[in-house]
């Protein structure tokens, strides 16, 4: 972390609890504003709109994990 950084964050530490909160929305709405998070909050709405309606299967996030774990053992035995 750069040293600008570091003096803006500390001083946010000082903020009361309500200040940080309103900080950090501040922040997460301007991060929302570049093209890329913006096409993601987009297909994020997607997706909860069409889980929400049982139009998108769930997945047990063990078989997830699993499947994962299958594809990162796999890719290394492809490069030994």
Known sequence: MDRNREAIRDEAFELDPASQALLAEELVENLARTPNMTDW??????????????EMPTVDPSETFAKTKRMIEDARRTRA
Request: charged fraction near 45%; aromatic fraction near 8%; avoid cysteine.
């Open 41 to 54: 909050l987009e297909e994020a709405k997607r997706r909860l709109v069409a889980y929400r309606n049982g």
